[in-house]
T-cell receptor
Framework: DAGVIQSPRHEVTEMGQEVTLRCKPISGHNSLFWYRQTMMRGLELLIYFNNNVPIDDSGMPEDRFSAKMPNASFSTLKIQPSEPRDSAVYFC?????????????FGNGTRLTVT | QKEVEQNSGPLSVPEGAIASLNCTYSDRGSQSFFWYRQYSGKSPELIMFIYSNGDKEDGRFTAQLNKASQYVSLLIRDSQPSDSATYLCAVFPPARQLTFGSGTQLTVLP
């Protein structure tokens, strides 16, 4: 079991540029979550997919953020255009269910810095 | 009021002591409660879950739940320096997704 795989580990970009974060969930998990973590706001849920379908995107901060899950083994989170306030660690997590019974397995995260 | 509240700490305890971490939640209908541990620079990992009022023990860890008072706590007995981490309380509100507190930073002093 390779765990949840995220790429890149670090991303430094200039304000206004497009950023794409990638995630490969654990095989067999049907739920995928994108979280953002900052010192000020803690761990915030951005979007939750079940069986590749977005179920809850109420945490997506604004239209600059978009997420896709074209198949069971791949998801992307895109920020366009990026802003300095988007700087954070972005985690992808997967689970056998919504996380109500089965634990969330987190990837190593992508540390995003927007200058 | 935040949905899940924790004291941010830092909380320092000497090695061998009991560390007590507390969490309160706002939605009385919440049914599932979790404690995740996050080492500095790493991702969160689940260490305990509890669904029913009372205590649940797993090795050195004990989770306590009081739904009437809307609080959940984590006790770590015989604390070790390797327990030094941030502990995140997470709650499952009805019809919502897993919601995390901001975490309590624990330092166990050798």
């Amino acid at each position: 079991d390779a765990g949840v795989i995220q790429s890149p580990r670090h991303e430094v970009t200039e304000m206004g540029q497009e950023v794409t974060l990638r995630c490969k969930p654990i095989s067999g998990h049907n739920s995928l979550f994108w979280y953002r973590q900052t010192m000020m706001r803690g761990l915030e849920l951005l979007i939750y997919f079940n069986n590749n379908v977005p179920i809850d995107d109420s945490g997506m901060p604004e239209d600059r953020f978009s997420a896709k899950m074209p198949n069971a083994s791949f998801s992307t989170l895109k920020i366009q255009p990026s802003e300095p306030r988007d700087s954070a660690v972005y985690f992808c997590a997967s689970s056998l269910d919504r996380g109500q019974v089965s634990p969330l397995h987190f990837g190593n995260g992508t540390r995003l810095t927007v200058t | 009021q935040k949905e899940v509240e924790q004291n941010s700490g830092p909380l320092s305890v000497p090695e061998g002591a009991i560390a007590s971490l507390n969490c309160t939640y706002s939605d009385r209908g919440s049914q599932s409660f979790f404690w995740y541990r996050q080492y500095s620079g790493k991702s969160p990992e689940l260490i305990m879950f509890i669904y029913s009022n009372g205590d649940k023990e797993d090795g050195r860890f004990t989770a306590q739940l009081n739904k009437a008072s809307q609080y959940v706590s984590l006790l770590i007995r015989d604390s070790q320096p390797s327990d030094s981490a941030t502990y995140l309380c997470a709650v499952f509100p009805p019809a919502r997704q897993l919601t995390f507190g901001s975490g309590t930073q624990l330092t166990v002093l050798p």
